[in-house]
Every structure is written in C-alpha cells, then in structure tokens.
C-alpha cells in the first residue's frame, strides 16, 4: 500500500521568511496530493492541492510542487505571518482512489 | 452549506465499554471516511464508506466498525474499549473518488 514521509517534522521560522515542507510516497500510481493545516484544537482543512499532471500550483502566498519521477512534493509558504503557525499534513491518495495515505506532519512556528 | 457534523464533541468511557459515533457529511457528499488521531501516530484511516458499503477499511481491529445509511450519515462503533483507544476521531466526506477530503471538527474520546 502506499507510504508517505514528510520532513521536517518540526520548523520554525522567523516571521517573513520562507518555509517548505517535504514529502515522499511510494506507490506511483498516486495522482492526487493535497495539502491540510490543522490549527490547535481545529479540524485540519485543505489549504492547496495537485493533480498529477501538474507540476506546479500557486495560491497567494503558498505553493505546491510535484516531481513524479522521484515521488515527491513540497509545501513552499512565503512571507510567512504568525497565523501560519500549525501542523501541516501531506496525503497522497491509493490507486483506488478512495483512501487517503497521511504523512506524520510538520508542526511549524513563525516566530514574531 | 453546512459543513461536516459529528457529535458528540467530548466522551468521557471507560475500559471495557462501547461508544458510537455520528457523522453528518456535507450535502451531497456520498464518501464518509473516518481517521483516529493521535499525538504519536499522526491521522490513522479507520474505514470508508460510499452509498452504505464499506470500500476500504485500515488496520484496526474488528473492534472498530462502521456503518452508512442510506442518508450518506455514517457511525462508528468501538467495542470493548481500552485505554489507547483515547484519540481524536476525524470524520470526513468528499464528494466523489480523488476530490478533497472536508473535515469535521471531531469527537475527543477520552478512555479510562
């Protein structure tokens, strides 16, 4: 079945720097890799995600690339503010198409 | 549109016991699938339902079931519970096979 990774579990940053968080799976049949921020105490909620025939994919202040050949693909957030503090997850969806595959997450703090 | 309801929001169990869980995904989502979170083991999926039938199931044990009605509202049921089933139970919904996932904000069992 398929497997994700993501590095680095824990960040922290200063406030207006940039970010990225790193995540490998396994099973090249993956085509769907989305992105979720949970807040304390909050549910996680998609902030980005791609499709597998795209590389690249930008919303404001947050981006997302995809490598399908080394299967793996980055959260980049720039200019990061306080409120991005939180934990970020990576998935990756199974070939069914139906069971999303989480990676550990990456608790990040944007240091004022 | 409403978003996805689970209750009850905080349970309080002790070993030995049964709990059930609600899920109301949003309007028109068919797919519920449930997580267990937990500090150390990140977002686990539990099992996925789409129109009453179960598609995918984790690896947990058959303590650990689920049903959907008719209604696309799912429940899950823990019987027989022991202390390290104390987690954060994720419902999810999505509309249909490689869409995004929407969270509820969860059910804290607390086991004891």
């Known amino acids: 079945g398929e497997n994700v990774e993501q590095h680095p579990s824990t960040l922290s940053v200063q406030e207006g720097d940039s970010a990225v968080i790193k995540c490998t799976y396994s099973?090249?049949?993956?085509?769907?890799f989305p992105w979720y921020k949970q807040e304390l105490g909050k549910r996680p909620q998609l902030i980005i995600d791609i499709r597998s025939n795209v590389g690249e994919k930008k919303d404001q202040r947050i981006a997302v690339t995809l490598n399908k050949t080394a299967k793996h693909f980055s959260l980049h957030i720039t200019e990061t503010q306080p409120e991005d503090s939180a934990v970020y997850f990576c998935?990756?969806?199974?070939?069914?198409?139906?069971?999303?595959?989480f990676g550990p997450g990456t608790r990040l703090s944007v240091l004022p | 549109k409403a978003g996805v309801t689970q209750t009850p929001r905080y349970l309080i169990k002790t070993r030995g016991q049964q709990v059930t869980l609600s899920c109301s995904p949003i309007?028109?989502?068919?797919?519920v699938s449930w997580y267990q979170q937990t500090p150390g083991q990140g977002l686990q999926f539990l099992f996925e339902y789409f129109s009453e039938t179960q598609r995918n199931k984790g690896n947990f044990p058959g303590r650990f079931s689920g049903r959907q009605f008719s209604n696309s509202r799912s429940e899950m049921n823990v019987s027989t519970l022991e202390l390290g089933d104390s987690a954060l139970y994720l419902c999810?919904?999505?509309?249909?096979?490689?869409?995004?996932?929407?969270f509820g904000n969860g059910t804290r069992l607390t086991v004891t």
């Open positions: 309007s028109g989502h068919r797919s």
């Open positions: 099973d090249s049949a993956s085509n769907y």
């Open positions: 999810a919904s999505s509309s249909t096979v490689n869409s995004p996932l929407h």
């Open positions: 998935a990756a969806i199974d070939n069914y198409g139906q069971n999303f595959v």
